[in-house]
């Protein structure tokens, strides 16, 4: 499968099974999509084909030599390559699956009234609540019990606002290394946090113990302070955690974290809130397209597409002169590796929702992700039983790319693993299908992420 596509004077060429990826001038370029449409005939008519087609457009010694790189593309395997990985991922899947994250839900409660949160305020369908100590270490052998011979594994402390329950966070952690050693283990700790309890303890503490850290504010002033109002409606929370947040990164180093934000129907122009991050200093940035059902009046829809598919190009391209510049950031979405990156198994299945990683509410409950939990239908079972819903697990088991016919197709399929279950299940009742709208939005992404690799290769970045 063939992926083309023009961005930033730039003409890039995408041979989707074998991950290659090539910067071509314009008679190859167009050489190649003619390829692309007779692909079915014999070899040599193919070439009469294009040769005929692209006689007059460009000068015959031109299109020869296009024609020899393709073919030469096409014997190394980098160019109209067979995909053959559906029944490698369908043994895969088939394999005995080990747990590796968990999610623990230490607090069902926050200090701040977010309007899109899907959480609702961190009481997801429920009560407010916190984890005690007695549940999250129970949590944490389980992950050890469950982990087989994998030996990292991945907790992240989330919420509602996880700092409300922030002595148990620290009990958690002095509890997870205690056992490293005896279980051949090793806890890397998340958390995910608003800032609004965020101090010198605080901060001390999880750049010791955290190997990554999330920093959730949604950008400029007004467009935070819009959605993310404190629980009172008095004061500003953007004017009350960007302090601390500026202060928290300063002091990270060089260890990961990432500030995020959320962008609505509110902010389209969201660049410029990418951009204020990287102005006040944050050079590890992620900003989110919001997913929120249509009645909502920030919801995100069909007809905002092209405004905010340009407004990605628009970040691409000054994501690119300020990395030239010297005064680069990352933005996660288009930080991209097209050298190694995940196996093909993880590429296929995406995040592992549902069988490696599970999230774990105050009460110990077991559930796909974070955003089912509440869902009693995803409910698959409990700290101390263990997963015991196993038709529910089986289903996310085989959740892969080629069980999902909106991306067995797609040029995509093989970076965005066939997007998130929890949209696709939120719009349309399934983990198979896909949330189209974050579909359009990933794919530009993809591209742009592609068209830096090759501005900054020009470069020798």
Same mark, same amino acid.
């Given at each position: 499968?063939?992926?083309?596509?023009?961005?930033?004077?730039?003409?890039?060429?995408?041979?989707?099974?074998?991950?290659?990826?090539?910067?071509?001038?314009?008679?190859?370029?167009?050489?190649?999509?003619?390829?692309?449409?007779?692909?079915?005939?014999?070899?040599?008519?193919?070439?009469?084909?294009?040769?005929?087609?692209?006689?007059?457009?460009?000068?015959?010694?031109?299109?020869?030599?296009?024609?020899?790189?393709?073919?030469?593309?096409?014997?190394?395997?980098?160019?109209?390559?067979?995909?053959?990985?559906?029944?490698?991922?369908?043994?895969?899947?088939?394999?005995?699956?080990?747990?590796?994250?968990?999610?623990?839900?230490?607090?069902?409660?926050?200090?701040?009234?977010?309007?899109?949160?899907?959480?609702?305020?961190?009481?997801?369908?429920?009560?407010?609540?916190?984890?005690?100590?007695?549940?999250?270490? =129970?949590?944490?052998? @389980?992950? /050890?019990?469950?982990? #087989?011979?994998?030996? *990292?594994? +991945? &907790?992240?402390? %989330?919420?509602?606002?996880?700092?409300?329950?922030?002595?148990?966070?620290?009990?958690?952690?002095?509890?997870?290394?205690?056992?490293?050693?005896?279980?051949? =283990?090793?806890?890397? @700790?998340? /958390?995910?946090?608003? #800032?609004?309890?965020? *101090?010198? +303890? &605080?901060?001390? %503490?999880?750049?010791?113990?955290?190997?990554?850290?999330?920093?959730?504010?949604?950008?400029?002033?007004?467009?935070?302070?819009?959605?993310?109002?404190?629980?009172?409606?008095?004061?500003?929370?953007?004017?009350?955690?960007?302090?601390?947040?500026?202060?928290?990164?300063?002091?990270?180093?060089?260890?990961?974290?990432?500030?995020?934000?959320?962008?609505?129907?509110?902010?389209?122009?969201?660049?410029?809130?990418?951009?204020?991050?990287?102005?006040?200093?944050?050079?590890?940035?992620?900003?989110?397209?919001?997913?929120?059902?249509?009645?909502?009046?920030?919801?995100?829809?069909?007809?905002?597409?092209?405004?905010?598919?340009?407004?990605?190009?628009?970040?691409?391209?000054?994501?690119?002169?300020?990395?030239?510049?010297?005064?680069?950031?990352?933005?996660?979405?288009?930080?991209?590796?097209?050298?190694?990156?995940?196996?093909?198994?993880?590429?296929?299945?995406?995040?592992?929702?549902?069988?490696?990683?599970?999230?774990?509410?105050?009460?110990?409950?077991?559930?796909?992700?974070?955003?089912?939990?509440?869902?009693?239908?995803?409910?698959?079972?409990?700290?101390?039983?263990?997963?015991?819903?196993?038709?529910?697990?089986?289903?996310?088991?085989?959740?892969?790319?080629?069980?999902?016919?909106?991306?067995?197709?797609?040029?995509?399929?093989?970076?965005?693993?066939?997007?998130?279950?929890?949209?696709?299940?939120?719009?349309?009742?399934?983990?198979?299908?896909?949330?189209?709208?974050?579909?359009?939005?990933?794919?530009?992404?993809?591209?742009?992420?592609?068209?830096?690799?090759?501005?900054?290769?020009?470069?020798?970045?």
């Amino acid at each position: 499968m063939i992926h083309q596509y023009k961005s930033n004077g730039y003409n890039i060429v995408m041979d989707v099974c074998s991950g290659a990826v090539h910067v071509v001038d314009d008679v190859v370029y167009d050489a190649v999509s003619l390829y692309d449409a007779h692909g079915a005939e014999p070899a040599e008519t193919i070439k009469e084909t294009v040769s005929a087609a692209l006689s007059g457009k460009y000068p015959e010694g031109d299109i020869e030599e296009a024609l020899e790189e393709i073919e030469t593309l096409k014997e190394e395997g980098l160019l109209f390559t067979e995909d053959v990985y559906e029944q490698y991922v369908t043994d895969f899947k088939d394999r005995e699956t080990v747990v590796k994250a968990l999610c623990l839900h230490v607090a069902h409660d926050c200090n701040l009234g977010c309007r899109y949160c899907f959480a609702e305020e961190g009481e997801y369908h429920g009560r407010r609540a916190v984890m005690s100590y007695e549940v999250g270490k =129970k949590a944490l052998d @389980f992950l /050890i019990e469950n982990s #087989g011979n994998r030996r *990292n594994l +991945e &907790v992240d402390f %989330f919420g509602g606002e996880p700092l409300m329950n922030w002595e148990v966070v620290k009990r958690l952690v002095a509890y997870g290394r205690s056992r490293e050693k005896e279980c051949n =283990k090793n806890f890397r @700790f998340t /958390i995910t946090t608003n #800032g609004m309890l965020l *101090n010198d +303890e &605080v901060t001390e %503490f999880v750049n010791r113990e955290m190997a990554n850290v999330v920093l959730s504010i949604d950008g400029r002033r007004e467009v935070n302070d819009r959605m993310r109002p404190t629980r009172n409606g008095k004061g500003s929370s953007y004017d009350i955690i960007m302090p601390r947040f500026k202060k928290f990164a300063g002091e990270r180093g060089e260890k990961s974290y990432y500030i995020r934000g959320t962008f609505t129907r509110y902010n389209l122009d969201f660049s410029k809130d990418v951009l204020h991050f990287a102005d006040e200093g944050f050079d590890q940035i992620s900003v989110e397209p919001v997913v929120a059902a249509p009645e909502e009046d920030y919801a995100i829809r069909k007809e905002d597409l092209p405004q905010i598919l340009s407004e990605y190009d628009k970040l691409a391209e000054e994501f690119i002169r300020r990395k030239k510049a010297g005064k680069g950031f990352n933005f996660f979405h288009f930080m991209i590796d097209l050298e190694q990156g995940p196996c093909v198994a993880k590429r296929l299945s995406g995040c592992g929702s549902g069988t490696e990683y599970l999230a774990v509410t105050p009460w110990g409950d077991l559930y796909p992700c974070h955003q089912f939990v509440g869902q009693e239908g995803f409910l698959l079972g409990n700290v101390d039983t263990g997963v015991t819903n196993t038709k529910v697990r089986d289903e996310f088991k085989r959740c892969n790319v080629y069980a999902k016919e909106k991306c067995r197709n797609c040029f995509a399929r093989f970076y965005c693993s066939g997007g998130c279950a929890a949209n696709s299940w939120n719009f349309h009742g399934s983990i198979t299908d896909a949330y189209e709208i974050g579909c359009e939005m990933q794919k530009k992404r993809i591209e742009c992420a592609i068209m830096i690799k090759a501005a900054l290769a020009e470069e020798g970045e």
